[in-house]
């Protein structure tokens, strides 16, 4: 029978715990944001920021616990980070919205609000089940005939101005002509809502209006020809409220960004940290046996996809017949599991690596070998990739989602996005990294790189042909490509490039280009093409340009290979001309501690 190191099930609880305790989180943070009122743009520009901060911290922190010896340390302190910075996220409150309507005054009293679909109509209707009203705050802007109608019908005498130049005499009563800014208040009762035919604009009924500041509910009405007013409103229904047009200059302008924000650093920090220094940590204990690593990454796998699944359900179940979905227990989903990584954690057991005499200079010495500057940019381009699928996936998922119409794929959307990253992990994930050791030591790091490239791109194109969110699911089956595989290689190789010393350091700059500057640079270019285009435009696009990357990339290594040989560095010393003679030769390393250049 096969022994167990039982130094390493600490390890795989690790993995195991954090992945299945930020899993209910990470996955649906840019549709929690959306739902909070943030544009594709918000949301772009601050996934952006973040791993420019994971960027900053996690080679900085890297050093930290490879100068004073303080791995483990640092590893739980930024486990309880964590937990801290991602559970006050529930309590964030959405941003104030304002929706544009236009009052029509008749007989009778309606709305009339445009930037709808058909959805918007059946759930204003839902929502007024049981002669149920909504209470809504607005300002409109009332011209001469509009303002003699609510002096007269509406007995609102306050607006019956005596003293204004510009009038017009009403009885005994003056008003002004000059159009004003009139606040009130209304109830309106959405069980009367009509969508217009071949229209984005829906009408709902007006009951009763208050001036504001006033105690008496009026009956609206105009007992003269049809009066028009553009109006703003805040409403309390959730379905009135997703119908903002907030700008994004004004959004910063909010506390409520800034609570997010700061939240969203702090949470994506504390991430960086426990991920990249926990690598390291792995395989300090793996010793010479780094191959085996994705023997231990694949129960991250585990947790996360099932996790995901059951968070994605939850959310459903617990938001049945809410407008907005209700993200509570998640979040104590969350906390519990982190708490319980931090415990299982805390009995890893291990010596760290002797710090190399100085890391900063062993560390400076890679970027002279041509191989490893093709494997930082390519670094870049697979994080701008990564970015687009973690950021802007489900984005584009609930895109269709609305364009669908009124399905159960709308009410079903979360536990669709949960069985997406199920699917992610078990169908692609979970194989990969426990292959990974024999599939790199048979193609070798380039060759794998450039299959990550290829797989990338064979993605986001099918995305890009979707019409119903839920044939995604078979696409995922290439995240085993998109993320085990690539995940594997970057960890694997910065591990082996290392000086002795520098392992965390090292992990800590690989994982700060990935995602500081490739995930950045994806999440802003992303959200900007979201704005300007629809997702299958977005996908399309990216899809092509992967594909030429692809291709320069074999190319670039084709040339690489027939003017280098492979060396490899590991144990003591590292070799600055170290490339490979071509990929079929590379990186035996995997399972063999030294090797020898070939002359």
């Known amino acids: 029978m096969p022994s167990i190191n039982l130094n390493l099930l600490p390890m795989k609880g690790h993995y195991f715990l954090f992945n299945?305790?930020?899993?209910?989180?990470?996955?649906f943070m840019p549709t929690l944001a959306r739902q909070l009122g943030f544009s594709s743009v918000v949301v772009g520009s601050l996934y952006t920021a973040l791993p420019i901060m994971g960027m900053l911290v996690k080679p900085t922190m890297?050093?930290?616990?490879?100068?004073?010896?303080?791995?483990?340390?640092?590893?739980?302190?930024?486990?309880?980070l964590t937990i801290a910075s991602f559970f006050p996220l529930q309590f964030v409150p959405g941003l104030p919205v304002e929706s544009a309507a236009d009052f029509h005054c008749h007989q009778i009293s309606d709305l009339k609000i445009c930037g709808t679909d058909s959805c918007v109509a059946?759930?204003?209707?839902?929502?007024?089940?049981?002669?149920?009203?909504?209470?809504?705050?607005?300002?409109?802007?009332?011209?001469?005939?509009?303002?003699?109608?609510?002096?007269?019908?509406?007995?609102?005498?306050?607006?019956?101005?005596?003293s204004v130049p510009v009038l017009t005499t009403l009885g005994d009563t003056r008003v002004t002509t000059s159009p004003q800014s009139v606040a009130f208040n209304a109830l309106l009762s959405p069980q009367h809502t009509l969508p217009l035919e071949n229209s984005d604009c829906l009408f709902t009924r007006v009951s009763k209006v208050q001036l504001a500041g006033g105690d008496v509910w009026h009956t609206p009405y105009c007992n003269t020809s049809l009066q028009i007013?553009?109006?703003?409103?805040?409403?309390?229904?959730?379905?009135?409220?997703?119908?903002?047009?907030l700008s994004n200059s004004q959004v910063i302008s909010h506390y409520q960004f800034w609570m997010f924000t700061s939240l969203l650093v702090f949470s994506w920090i504390g991430m960086a940290v426990v991920v990249s220094v926990g690598d390291a940590i792995c395989f300090t204990i793996l010793g010479d046996q780094p191959g085996k690593y994705g023997n231990q990454r694949m129960w991250g796998s585990v947790g996360f996809g099932l996790c995901v699944i059951v968070a994605g359900w939850l959310v459903d179940t617990w938001s049945a017949g809410m407008a907005h979905k209700d993200y509570t227990p998640v979040f104590y989903m969350m906390a519990v599991m982190l708490t319980l990584d931090f415990v299982v954690s805390s009995k890893i057991k291990y010596t760290q690596t002797p710090q190399a005499a100085s890391i900063l200079h062993n560390v400076g010495k890679m970027f002279k070998d041509i191989q490893v500057l093709v494997f930082l940019l390519?670094?870049?381009?697979?994080?701008?990739?990564?970015?687009?699928?973690?950021?802007?996936?489900?984005?584009?998922?609930?895109?269709?989602?609305?364009?669908?119409?009124?399905?159960?794929?709308?009410?079903?959307?979360?536990?669709?996005?949960?069985?997406?990253?199920g699917v992610q992990c078990f169908g692609g994930e979970i194989p990969f990294f426990f292959l990974s050791g024999w599939i790199l030591k048979k193609i070798g790091h380039t060759h794998a790189m450039s299959l990550v490239l290829f797989a990338f791109s064979i993605r986001f194109l099918l995305y890009s042909t979707l019409t119903n969110p839920w044939w995604c699911l078979p696409i995922e089956m290439l995240n085993g490509?998109?993320?085990?595989?690539?995940?594997?290689?970057?960890?694997?190789?910065?591990?082996?490039?290392?000086?002795?010393?520098?392992?965390?350091?090292?992990?800590?700059?690989?994982?700060?280009?990935?995602?500081?500057?490739?995930?950045?640079?994806?999440?802003?270019?992303?959200?900007?093409?979201?704005?300007?285009?629809s997702g299958a435009m977005v996908f399309r696009i990216s899809g092509l340009a992967v594909l030429v990357l692809c291709v320069l990339h074999i190319c670039a290594q084709f040339f690489i290979s027939r003017r280098h040989i492979l060396v490899v560095a590991s144990g003591k010393d590292f070799h600055h001309g170290a490339h490979y003679a071509s990929p079929n030769e590379a990186i035996h390393m995997l399972d063999e501690p030294t090797y020898e250049s070939f002359t």
Do not use: H
Not at 20 to 25: E, N
Not at 230 to 242: A, G, V
Not at 392 to 416: P, R
């Open 62 to 80: 890297g050093a930290l616990a490879d100068r004073y010896k303080c791995q483990k340390a640092l590893f739980l302190a930024f486990i309880l």
């Open 20 to 27: 299945a305790g930020t899993s209910p989180i990470v996955p």
């Open 122 to 162: 059946d759930q204003l209707i839902a929502e007024g089940s049981g002669n149920t009203t909504i209470y809504c705050k607005m300002r409109c802007e009332l011209g001469s005939g509009f303002l003699q109608t609510v002096c007269r019908d509406w007995n609102w005498s306050s607006l019956c101005e005596k």
């Open 229 to 245: 007013a553009q109006c703003r409103m805040q409403c309390q229904s959730d379905t009135l409220s997703d119908l903002t047009n």
């Open 378 to 421: 390519w670094l870049v381009v697979v994080g701008m990739c990564t970015a687009l699928i973690w950021n802007f996936l489900f984005w584009y998922l609930e895109e269709l989602a609305d364009n669908y119409g009124c399905s159960v794929t709308q009410q079903w959307i979360k536990t669709l996005e949960g069985l997406v990253n």
């Open 481 to 533: 490509l998109t993320f085990g595989l690539l995940y594997a290689t970057m960890a694997s190789y910065a591990s082996l490039v290392a000086p002795p010393g520098t392992d965390t350091t090292v992990q800590g700059l690989v994982g700060a280009i990935f995602e500081g500057i490739g995930v950045s640079t994806g999440s802003f270019l992303a959200g900007l093409m979201f704005d300007q285009m």
